[in-house]
């Protein structure tokens, strides 16, 4: 008695996992680009389009961060800017959608010229504009973020004491 229920337990825990292992590669597939073709005349619509991206992008020309732990995994530069998967579905859902691309990177909206929208006062990292860009509504975070460790104001004052400054 007590043996057929153990092979049952076994057969249970055996099909879970099984169940668990088909899942997992489905949740693989789902991170695959989509092989949408969104309109390319805006920073969204460009970002989205995976195959136009591949067309436009400008190939790295700096070497593949390496060191003694061997070589960092490379990401070809329209994977790093593509915009798909629940991380863009997420920020559709979001309070940032609704400020647009432009209202955070500046840049040029609507056109389809990668040079064009990426040109001018284009930021591409906004969070190094803080008190402007995100203080508006993230006020008590940008004040304190400039005092926190993050950025490096630990750091910076031990190194100045082992200075003997
Ligand atoms: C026609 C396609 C296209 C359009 C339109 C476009 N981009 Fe890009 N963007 C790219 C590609 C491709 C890259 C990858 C780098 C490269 O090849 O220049 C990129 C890179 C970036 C980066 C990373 C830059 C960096 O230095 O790390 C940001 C941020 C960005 N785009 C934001 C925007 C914003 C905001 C707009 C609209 C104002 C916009 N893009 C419009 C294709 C586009
Ligand atoms: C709420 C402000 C905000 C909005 C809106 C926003 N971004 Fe960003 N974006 C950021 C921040 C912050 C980062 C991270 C980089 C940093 O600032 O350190 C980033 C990073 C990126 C990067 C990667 C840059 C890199 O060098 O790897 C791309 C590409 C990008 N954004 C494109 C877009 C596009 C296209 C849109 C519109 C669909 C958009 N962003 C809307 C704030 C924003
Ligand atoms: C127009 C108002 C507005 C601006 C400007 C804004 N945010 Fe936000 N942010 C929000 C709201 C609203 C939320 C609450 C959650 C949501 O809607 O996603 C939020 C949430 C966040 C979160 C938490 C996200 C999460 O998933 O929990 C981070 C991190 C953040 N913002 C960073 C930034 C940064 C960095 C900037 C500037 C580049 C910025 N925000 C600019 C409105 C804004």
Redesign the pocket.
């Known amino acids: 008695m007590k043996q057929t229920f153990v092979i049952k337990a076994f057969t249970v825990i055996v099909l879970l996992a099984v169940a668990q292992i088909i899942n997992g590669c489905k949740e693989d597939e789902k991170s695959e680009p989509d092989p949408n073709t969104n309109s390319v005349a805006s920073c969204e619509g460009c970002h989205t389009n995976y195959a136009h991206l591949q067309e436009v992008y400008s190939p790295d020309t700096a070497a593949p961060a390496g060191g003694c732990g061997g070589e960092a995994p490379h990401y070809e530069p329209y994977d790093r800017v593509y915009m798909g998967g629940d991380g863009y579905t997420?920020y559709k859902q979001?309070?940032?959608y609704?400020?647009g691309c432009v209202g955070?990177h500046n840049g040029t909206g609507n056109t389809t010229d990668k040079t064009v929208a990426h040109s001018g006062d284009f930021i591409s990292h906004?969070?190094m504009y803080?008190a402007e860009?995100?203080g508006?509504?993230?006020q008590a975070i940008v004040n304190n973020f400039k005092t926190s460790i993050h950025q490096g104001t630990g750091q910076k004052r031990k190194v100045t004491i082992r200075c003997g400054l």
Request: with cysteine; net charge neutral.
């Open positions: 997420a979001s309070g940032h609704e400020i955070c906004p969070s803080a860009k995100c508006s509504c993230h």
